[in-house]
């Protein structure tokens, strides 16, 4: 038997309904508010928001917003592109906002990614950062243009 492949291509266009819980986070994000739910069993606080606890499997209907820094926990860079991507490298980032329970992944801005070998010194788990606003802002994630680090 032989094995073969196929090279497909499909450029997709479409709409996602966001529903209630991130409708309103990313409405939130329009005024510049990091919108935020907690469950009222464990308080665990999810942002980006969840509308059910993953662990305690109840609604999350008690909304806060927080602030718009936090740490990071983890992070990588992207050296290669893919189509309708930001041109590599990049560096991504797992972000606990002050507050929350959950990360948030987002793009972090200003550091040298021209030497992959010195990229940990500079953005080591616990470093501050916060968010930088677009100017003109859509109810999308890139709302929050990026982090910079504080």
């Not at 196929?6 to 005024?31: C, K, P, S």
């Not at 927080?66 to 560096?91: C, D, H, K, N």
């Not at 906002?97 to 990614?113: C, F, N, R």
Request: negative net charge; aromatic residues 10%; proline residues 6%.
């Amino acid at each position: 038997m032989t094995i073969t492949t196929q090279r497909v291509h499909w450029d997709l266009n479409y709409d996602i309904h966001l529903g209630a819980t991130w409708g309103r986070f990313m409405a939130g994000l329009t005024e510049q508010k990091i919108l935020a739910n907690k469950c009222p069993d464990c308080a665990r606080v999810f942002v980006p928001p969840q509308a059910y606890c993953e662990s305690c499997f109840v609604r999350t209907d008690e909304w806060l917003e927080l602030p718009s820094e936090g740490v990071v926990e983890a992070f990588t860079v992207a050296w290669q592109s893919f189509r309708g991507g930001p041109t590599p490298p990049y560096a991504i980032a797992g972000i606990r906002l002050d507050g929350a329970s959950t990360l948030l992944m987002h793009y972090v801005h200003g550091l040298d990614l021209s030497d992959p070998n010195a990229v940990r010194a500079q953005l080591p788990v616990g470093t501050r950062v916060g968010a930088v606003w677009a100017e003109e802002r859509t109810g999308q994630i890139l709302d929050i243009a990026h982090f910079a680090k504080i």
